[in-house]
């Protein structure tokens, strides 16, 4: 496998960004493509640094993409300047990355997945855009963002109306009205999974059983572990084959 640091310019952030990605060597392809995202205090480099992801990955015929999704929740902002990171995956990273790569450039050679804030991204953008994702996954995912209205004058409620809106519930960044537009009707393949003594596991186990009511097929699982690196390290392991298994490699 090989690990590089990919610069490309995105129209919808209006400059240049960044991703990491892990290539597999001495193979033709086409090879299917994993987007993988970071979480709210993290950047592109993440996964790479405090994970064993490339070592558990070696020899196998994927690609993964890392992209920098700064602070912005996967999501075009309500607020300008321009942040409008769903639209510099969906209108440009994925383009670019078939142009430059010998991708399987369909839906059902690309997952996504993500921890935190890139556990909401990677659900959101699979639910959001299903013709483009085979499967979506996350971890400890703050599954509750765009679910309800935000209130309060705090430094944190303000980003999160900018990102957001000041009333998100049931509108195109709300995940609980996304998977409701799939009851009765083929979606994306699903897994959550979090830690018990996660802060977020309110939310997990709330999306969770809105799934169920819903009928929407979707894996969900439970462990030990907190909001940490040791449990994403574990759990990423139990991801793979998941994966794997979906996308035939």
């Not at 990491?20 to 205090?41: K, N």
């Not at 186990?205 to 169920?212: E, G, I, K, S, Y």
Request: proline letters at 7%; one cysteine or more; hydrophobic letters at 40%.
């Amino acid at each position: 496998m090989a690990l590089t640091e990919l610069r490309y310019w995105s129209n919808a952030l209006g400059r240049q960004t960044s991703a990491m990605a892990i290539l597999p060597q001495g193979r033709p392809g086409p090879f299917p493509v994993w987007y993988l995202l970071h979480g709210l205090s993290d950047d592109h480099t993440a996964w790479t640094r405090w994970t064993g992801l490339d070592r558990y990955l070696a020899g196998l015929p994927l690609i993964v993409v890392m992209p920098d999704g700064g602070r912005g929740w996967y999501t075009n902002a309500r607020t300008p300047p321009p942040a409008r990171y769903e639209s510099a995956i969906i209108e440009d990273l994925l383009p670019w990355v078939d142009a430059t790569f010998r991708t399987l450039a369909s839906r059902d050679g690309r997952v996504v997945s993500g921890l935190s804030m890139g556990g909401y991204g990677a659900v959101k953008l699979a639910l959001k855009h299903p013709h483009l994702f085979r499967a979506a996954a996350s971890h400890s995912g703050a599954l509750g963002r765009g679910a309800a209205s935000i209130k309060g004058d705090d430094a944190w409620n303000a980003e999160m109306r900018a990102v957001f809106g000041p009333r998100p519930q049931g509108g195109p960044d709300d995940l609980f009205a996304l998977a409701s537009r799939f009851r009765g009707k083929p979606a994306p393949a699903l897994r959550i999974d979090c830690g018990r003594k996660d802060f977020l596991i309110r939310d997990n186990r709330a999306f969770h059983r809105h799934l169920a009511k819903l009928k929407v097929p979707h894996t969900y699982v439970e462990r030990d572990g907190a909001h940490t690196w040791d449990y994403w390290d574990r759990e990423v392991q139990t991801l793979i084959p998941w994966f794997r298994a979906l996308l035939g490699i």
